[in-house]
């Protein structure tokens, strides 16, 4: 099962985080980054993308040293719809925060800068998409479907964040 189709599984179960609002939160969210960064929501969506690659990594490096409640925890954490710079801290050292940047840029055209400053908005970004699948009851029980689904991808491409938004913004109209 895809990550889109994890995330509308999560959706409709009263079990775990996962609403119509929450989402279209977020996508209401990087329509409004993507008029205040001069672009369109698909150039942030794609933005997105590359971040959501850049936060995998690390949550998969957190959850294989520190443990699976850890990965967890970070999303408990730092998820939202605000601007978080203690998020982007939290899974980023400062080089690979310009490497992020620099991924940004090379992927949507949008100069480093404008990455670099986009990134306390992302990241929340992406860990709140990643969050639909968590307990409701029990943030911490390990049953996050979403988070599982997105940190066991054998890396052939079918898991992406930009590719998620933007079912997730024709889904719902947006």
Same mark, same amino acid.
């Not at 977020?26 to 993507?34: A, F, G, H, P, R």
């Given at each position: 099962m895809g990550l889109f189709d994890q995330v509308l599984s999560a959706v409709n179960n009263p079990e775990t985080q996962g609403s119509m609002d929450q989402i279209g939160g977020?996508?209401?969210?990087?329509?409004?980054?993507?008029?205040n960064a001069g672009t369109d929501s698909s150039t942030v969506q794609s933005a997105m993308g590359v971040v959501g690659?850049?936060?995998?990594?690390s949550l998969q490096e957190k959850r294989d040293t520190e443990g699976e409640a850890q990965a967890q925890s970070i999303l408990d954490q730092f998820s939202g719809t605000s601007p978080n710079s203690q998020a982007v801290n939290s @899974?980023?050292?400062?080089?690979? *925060?310009?490497?992020?940047?620099?991924?940004?840029?090379q992927r949507t !055209?949008?100069? =480093?800068?404008?990455?670099?400053?986009?990134?306390p908005m992302?990241?929340? @970004?992406?860990?709140?998409?990643? *969050?639909?699948?968590?307990n409701s009851q029990n943030?911490?029980?390990? !049953?996050?479907? =979403?988070?599982?689904?997105f940190l066991d991808a054998d890396g052939d491409g079918d898991v992406d964040?930009?590719?998620a938004?933007?079912?997730?913004?024709?889904?719902?109209g947006k």
């Open positions: 977020i996508l209401n969210t990087v329509q409004q980054l993507s008029g690659n850049f936060v995998r990594s @899974l980023f050292s400062g080089v690979m *925060q310009q490497q992020v940047a620099q991924a940004i840029a !055209g949008l100069d =480093v800068a404008v990455g670099k400053q986009m990134l992302l990241v929340p @970004l992406v860990l709140q998409f990643l *969050q639909s699948g968590a943030p911490q029980s390990g !049953g996050n479907s =979403v988070l599982n689904s964040i930009s590719d938004m933007g079912l997730a913004s024709r889904f719902m």
